[in-house]
């Protein structure tokens, strides 16, 4: 089992930064996948970003890439989601989540583990 705590999220203006944080624990943290999904009102979870256990690689939606940085301290036990330049469409409920495999998937489907989602609210 692996619990996952986020926390960072709120209400900004567009144009502001983030840094949105995960915390896991329950199992070695260096060998999940970790990813990061949002999702807004009325519509489906999406992918936003994800880095593999050594965090030498890492993957990213299009639409943020540019934007959005995720990145990961093994000896912390948590994976960060900083996000730049954010925009009103960027809103939603922020999801941590936690796959054993090894390589990086997009499917939420294929991710075992989740937390429970940190509010990000933009205004324009």
């Known amino acids: 089992q692996v619990q996952l705590v986020e926390s960072g999220g709120g209400l900004v203006q567009a144009g502001d930064s983030l840094r949105l944080s995960c915390a896991a624990s329950?199992?070695?943290?260096?060998?999940?996948?970790m990813g990061w999904f949002r999702q807004a009102p009325g519509k489906e979870r999406e992918f936003v970003a994800a880095?593999?256990?050594?965090?030498?690689?890492?993957n990213y939606a299009d639409s943020v890439v540019g934007r959005f940085t995720i990145s990961r301290d093994n000896a912390k036990n948590t994976v960060y989601l900083q996000i730049n330049s954010l925009k009103p469409e960027d809103s939603a409920v922020y999801y941590c989540?936690?796959?054993?495999?090894?390589?990086?998937?997009?499917?939420?489907?294929?991710?075992?583990?989740w937390g429970q989602g940190t509010q990000v609210t933009v205004s324009s």
């Open positions: 880095i593999r256990g050594s965090g030498m690689s890492t």
């Open positions: 989540a936690a796959d054993p495999r090894i390589f990086i998937t997009t499917r939420p489907v294929n991710y075992d583990y």
């Open positions: 329950g199992r070695t943290f260096s060998s999940l996948v």
